[in-house]
């Protein structure tokens, strides 16, 4: 199975997306948002900056577990990783939403 975004709108009405891995794992998440072709927009920002590992923000969370952010290029959070256990597993997730994000088709389940 081949990486696919996910569109969807949460409990609250907003639309969201999530780019999911061949093997179904989450990888990326976005914020929501009010509009549907906002949430479009989000997913062709990670599209485009996906490739560039300068847009990739290493960080760790306040429970000592380590993630990333992507950011476009004017420095907003377009996508947003699970938590790792590892440096190592945190930089192979970076590396799949570089693989995987720039063809990924987009399942409507709006």
Do not use: H
Not at 26 to 52: F, H, R, T, W
């Amino acid at each position: 199975m081949a990486a696919k975004f996910e569109l969807y709108t949460d409990k609250s009405g907003e639309f969201r997306f999530r780019l999911k891995a061949g093997n179904g794992e989450n990888i990326l998440a976005s914020e929501g948002y009010k509009q549907k072709a906002s949430a479009e927009n989000g997913i062709k920002s990670v599209k485009e900056n996906a490739p560039d590992d300068a847009r990739y923000e290493r960080k760790e969370t306040t429970a000592g577990k380590l993630m990333f952010n992507l950011k476009a290029s004017n420095g907003q959070v377009i996508g947003t990783s699970q938590s790792y256990a590892s440096a190592s597993g945190r930089d192979n997730g970076i590396e799949s939403v570089k693989k995987n994000a720039p063809d990924a088709a987009t399942d409507d389940q709006t």
